[in-house]
């Protein structure tokens, strides 16, 4: 099977833009969460979605967004980039319905704001 | 509220064993997990233990739980230059995965 797949891998954005993440989890997987990494506030958790709903979000503005399409791919939107948005935005899918299952991640979205 | 903590860095020779340790806060947890983090790369799934076991082995890997002091550890046997990387600790239970900000493990020559 091919794994979590993450668009585009690199990215660079100007302060007041916005940005749009894609991720294309494992096949038959239906569940997807986003993380943001950074050097100093590790791997902080964004939001998951399942079956086209969100199911758990985690403690961020709302200038961050996503969403889930029918075939499972998932995009994350965020509007009215800051410097601070710069970071590895990391896609993760899992198999099972009930939470608490493995979840396998894809390489990332390198994203840089200026 | 939920938490998992590790230690930050570890340097340990070649050949030597490494051994990383996590707490979490979460008893309700179902799942813990070790993920393998490489530069540049995404988290990589090196091997998880249910809740109610107390140790795990995988080849060079040895995962140990202790549940009543929620303390998780894991140990790499024979440890080789190619195990420098950031080890996540996580706990899973509900619809979200609880990650510690990762051990970063330095391994010499």
């Known amino acids: 099977k091919a794994g979590v797949t993450q668009t585009p891998r690199y990215l660079i954005k100007t302060r007041g833009q916005q940005v749009t993440l894609s991720c294309s989890p494992i096949s038959g997987h239906r569940s997807v969460s986003w993380y943001q990494q950074t050097p100093g506030q590790g791997l902080q958790f964004l939001f998951e979605?399942?079956?086209?709903?969100?199911?758990n979000k985690g403690n961020f503005p709302g200038r961050f967004s996503g969403r889930q399409f029918s075939n499972s791919r998932s995009e994350m939107n965020v509007s009215t980039l800051e410097l601070g948005d710069s970071a590895l935005y990391l896609c993760?899918?899992?198999?099972?319905?009930?939470?608490?299952?493995?979840?396998?991640f894809g390489p990332g979205t390198r994203l840089t704001v200026l | 509220g939920e938490d998992v903590e590790q230690s930050l860095f570890l340097s340990v020779r070649e050949g030597d064993s490494s051994v990383i340790n996590c707490t979490y806060t979460d008893s309700s947890s179902t799942y813990l997990y070790w993920y393998k983090q490489e530069p540049g790369a995404g988290l990589q799934l090196l091997t998880y233990?249910?809740?109610?076991?107390d140790m795990k082995q995988d080849q060079r890997l040895t995962v140990l739980l202790n549940k009543k002091d929620k303390h998780l550890s894991l140990r790499i046997a024979d440890t080789q230059t190619g195990d420098s990387a950031i080890y996540f600790c996580?706990?899973?239970?509900?619809?979200?995965?609880?990650f510690g900000a990762g051990t970063r493990l330095f391994v010499k020559a």
């Open positions: 993760a899918s899992s198999a099972l319905v009930a939470g608490g299952d493995t979840q396998y």
């Open positions: 996580a706990e899973a239970g509900g619809f979200k995965t609880i």
């Open positions: 979605y399942f079956s086209e709903t969100q199911r």
């Open positions: 233990i249910f809740s109610n076991m």
